[in-house]
């Protein structure tokens, strides 16, 4: 006789697919006639971009361009000059399955990059970058709730897991004309530029969502061509978007993400020497997961009164999202700048951040190191650049202990300031944004089948009511009761007990 189960479904997010590729970058770069010869290099620099990501079928395509910025010195020693080269790349991962709601996260991290001038013309690049990608998709997590019979007691297991409710990824564009104003001289051209973006609020509405956030710009430009002059100015664009996200609601919680694509800046002064007219195109893409708590009962073990019962059970994965991430960092660090020197810093920035979650001792940590770039003076006001290392931690505070737990963490640079303390050593301020999430993970067996045969009855003792029993502690009722073919539910109403463990050695009534 097979036994009716009670089908229960809950929608849960599931990463379908997970993996990267290393993109290689070897150029023999000359430069172009307009640039003076190298006298020596200071940085070269990878800047990856996305122009489109699209799921085909069964495999994610991900093109984009990549940006190679030399930064080096003339034989006069005075100007940082700069030389770039951009040219397309194209990558394709194969997945094993095509939902058809699934959103592609994909992120370009520069692994490793060296360049040697071969001549005061010619530039021997070689390094890689990789492009890591993630593919959401929300999965139906079929469980059974219940078993349909007089005969069939039946344990239950009763966890809140996080029910996915909406799901959504959008690109948008922000372009804008920013002045940088008649005080700060006139630009002539931007040596380097970096564009970062973070989200503040988020509305639900009616199956929509709206974010709102900043984007910021920083761009060091050139004032003066022939002494190399140059200035640094940022700009705050505020942006707002809707995406679609059918099913969210105010219950839910909301897990957003904003991340710069691609972006270009240009200057207007190369069509007119008194403009101080900047313009910005850069093409974002925000994603949001939504979910909502809820209670998953399933069958975790059961029995039979009056037959042999074979059962079958299969092991169950859910997630409970105890927490989001959206937290600044703060790192303060004195930082050797070598023996050359330093009378004025020309720009300084954050490249390269790299982190990674522990969880021991019930505190949640994120540990990680930071590249501090520095473009500078000298002593004889000479520029040079150098790259020190900046080590961070932080721990946020989760309240309870956590089991199992999972992370999904981030950290970006929001801005970093600086005061020089010594001829050779500077002071530095690192502002971050960690976000991301944090999830514990249950596994639980449940039962997917359960089956007797009228043939193969029980064993049980009619000739009395009760049952004298001599239970140790630490037994169960559920235990006893199985096998004296009762109810732990009529063996606690039997002797007045509130728990289902026996709590002392001693006597106990089962009912029969």
């Given at each position: 006789?097979?036994?009716?189960?009670?089908?229960?479904v809950c929608?849960?997010?599931e990463t379908v697919?997970?993996?990267a590729k290393?993109?290689p970058?070897?150029?023999?770069?000359s430069?172009?006639?307009?640039?003076?010869?190298?006298?020596?290099?200071?940085?070269?620099?990878?800047?990856?971009?996305?122009?489109?990501?699209?799921i085909?079928?069964?495999?994610?395509?991900?093109?984009?361009?990549?940006?190679?910025?030399?930064?080096?010195l003339d034989?006069?020693?005075?100007?940082?000059?700069?030389?770039?080269?951009?040219?397309p790349?194209?990558?394709?991962?194969s997945?094993k399955?095509?939902?058809d709601?699934?959103?592609?996260m994909?992120?370009?991290?520069t692994?490793?990059?060296?360049?040697?001038?071969v001549?005061p013309?010619?530039?021997?690049?070689?390094?890689?970058?990789?492009?890591?990608?993630?593919?959401?998709?929300?999965?139906?997590?079929?469980?059974?709730?219940?078993i349909q019979?007089?005969?069939?007691?039946?344990?239950?297991?009763?966890?809140t897991?996080?029910?996915?409710c909406?799901?959504?990824q959008?690109?948008?564009?922000?372009?804008e004309?920013?002045?940088?104003?008649?005080?700060?001289?006139f630009?002539?051209?931007i040596?380097?530029?970096?564009?970062s973006?973070?989200?503040?609020s988020?509305?639900?509405?009616?199956?929509?969502i709206m974010?709102?956030?900043?984007?910021?710009l920083?761009?060091l430009y050139?004032?003066?061509i022939?002494s190399?002059?140059q200035?640094?100015?940022?700009?705050?664009i505020?942006f707002?978007?809707?995406?679609?996200?059918?099913?969210?609601?105010?219950a839910?919680?909301?897990?957003?993400?904003?991340d710069?694509m691609?972006?270009?800046?240009?200057?207007?002064?190369?069509?007119?020497?008194?403009s101080t007219?900047?313009t910005?195109?850069a093409?974002?893409?925000?994603?949001v997961?939504?979910?909502?708590?809820?209670?998953v009962?399933l069958?975790?073990?059961?029995?039979?009164?009056?037959?042999?019962?074979?059962?079958?059970?299969?092991?169950?994965?859910?997630s409970?999202?105890?927490?989001?991430?959206n937290?600044?960092?703060?790192?303060?660090?004195?930082?050797?700048?070598g023996d050359?020197g330093?009378?004025r810093v020309?720009?300084?920035?954050?490249?390269n951040i790299?982190?990674l979650?522990?969880y021991?001792?019930?505190?949640?940590?994120?540990?990680g190191k930071a590249?501090?770039?520095i473009?500078?003076?000298?002593?004889?006001g000479v520029?040079?650049y150098?790259?020190?290392p900046v080590?961070?931690?932080?721990a946020?505070?989760?309240?309870?202990?956590?089991?199992?737990p999972c992370?999904?963490i981030e950290?970006?640079?929001?801005?970093?300031?600086?005061?020089?303390?010594?001829?050779n050593?500077?002071?530095i301020?690192l502002?971050?944004?960690?976000?991301?999430?944090?999830s514990?993970?249950?596994?639980?067996?449940?039962i997917v089948?359960?089956r007797?045969?009228?043939?193969?009855?029980r064993?049980k003792?009619k000739?009395?009511?009760?049952?004298?029993?001599?239970?140790?502690k630490?037994?169960?009722?559920?235990?006893?009761?199985?096998?004296y073919?009762?109810s732990?539910?009529?063996?606690?109403?039997?002797n007045?007990?509130?728990?289902?463990?026996?709590?002392?050695?001693?006597m106990?009534?089962?009912?029969?």
């Open positions: 006789m097979e036994y009716q189960l009670t089908r229960e929608r849960t997010p697919f997970e993996g290393e993109m970058v070897d150029l023999d770069l430069l172009p006639d307009y640039c003076p010869d190298i006298e020596k290099i200071l940085k070269c620099r990878i800047s990856p971009g996305i122009t489109s990501k699209n085909s079928g069964d495999m994610l395509e991900v093109e984009g361009s990549t940006l190679i910025s030399l930064y080096y034989s006069r020693k005075q100007a940082v000059r700069l030389c770039e080269h951009s040219s790349f194209s990558c394709s991962f997945l399955s095509c939902p709601d699934a959103m592609a994909v992120r370009l991290k692994e490793y990059l060296n360049c040697r001038a001549s013309r010619r530039v021997d690049i070689h390094g890689a970058f990789s492009v890591a990608a993630s593919v959401q998709a929300s999965a139906e997590q079929e469980y059974f709730s219940s019979g007089d005969d069939i007691q039946q344990k239950k297991i009763v966890r897991v996080s029910r996915l909406a799901a959504g959008q690109q948008f564009s922000i372009t004309v920013l002045d940088i104003g008649q005080g700060k001289g630009p002539e051209s040596l380097r530029s970096e564009l973006v973070s989200c503040d988020v509305k639900p509405l009616s199956d929509k974010i709102s956030g900043e984007a910021a920083r761009i050139v004032t003066d022939e190399g002059a200035d640094v100015m940022t700009f705050n505020p707002s978007q809707v995406l679609d996200a059918k099913g969210i609601s105010d839910s919680v909301n897990e957003v993400s904003v710069v691609n972006y270009d800046t240009a200057l207007k002064s190369e069509y007119d020497e008194n007219l900047v910005l195109d093409r974002l893409c925000a994603a997961i939504a979910t909502e708590e809820m209670p009962e069958v975790e073990d059961a029995y039979s009164t009056d037959y042999e019962l074979e059962i079958e059970k299969k092991q169950y994965k859910f409970h999202l105890k927490a989001l991430l937290e600044d960092i703060q790192v303060k660090s004195e930082l050797n700048t050359c330093i009378s020309i720009d300084i920035w954050c490249d790299s982190s979650w522990v021991e001792n019930g505190q949640f940590n994120v540990k590249g501090c770039c473009l500078a003076l000298d002593g004889e520029p040079y150098v790259e020190r080590d961070f931690s932080f946020p505070e989760l309240g309870d202990d956590l089991q199992a992370a999904k950290v970006k640079p929001a801005g970093i300031s600086f005061r020089i303390t010594g001829d050593s500077i002071e301020k502002d971050m944004k960690l976000a991301g999430s944090i514990e993970q249950t596994v639980m067996k449940g089948s359960a007797s045969s009228d043939d193969r009855c064993a003792d000739t009395a009511a009760l049952t004298l029993y001599y239970a140790e630490g037994e169960s009722l559920w235990d006893i009761a199985c096998a073919c009762t732990a539910e009529a063996i606690r109403l039997e007045e007990m509130t728990e289902d463990i026996i709590a002392a050695d001693g106990i009534l089962i009912p029969m």
